[in-house]
């Protein structure tokens, strides 16, 4: 298994940034797929899924209308464009598979750095 976060950047807010996700080691075009980010002092968050097709995706409150998550099956890969940061959006961003992490593969990569600030 490996998983590769990257695009990660210091951005103003109300800026955007797209970051980008290689998982390989999965059955990656069968299942889900999920962006989590985690703040300093605070617990991870999924904040974007996106289901095997790309054809649905779900976001948590606090990024709806500004985070777009996509996928690509044929490279392996998972984005998440942001747009319209804010200082709350700082965080380091990871991307995984619920439905491995559901049955015990509690597999991470390195995560990507995104701090927004003036």
């Known amino acids: 298994v490996h998983i590769v976060e990257s695009g990660g950047d210091a951005a103003q807010p109300g800026g955007p940034l797209r970051l980008s996700c290689s998982i390989s080691?999965?059955?990656?075009?069968?299942?889900?797929a999920s962006w989590y980010r985690q703040a300093p002092g605070k617990e991870r968050e999924s904040v974007a899924t996106?289901?095997?097709?790309?054809?649905?995706?779900n976001y948590v409150d606090s990024v709806k209308g500004r985070f777009t998550i996509s996928r690509d099956n044929a490279k392996n890969m998972v984005y998440l464009q942001m747009d319209n940061l804010r200082p709350e959006d700082t965080a380091v961003y990871f991307c995984n598979m619920p439905y491995y992490l559901g049955h015990g593969i509690n597999f991470w990569g390195q995560g990507t750095q995104v701090t927004v600030s003036s």
């Open positions: 080691g999965f059955a990656f075009s069968l299942y889900g």
């Open positions: 996106i289901d095997s097709t790309g054809s649905s995706s």
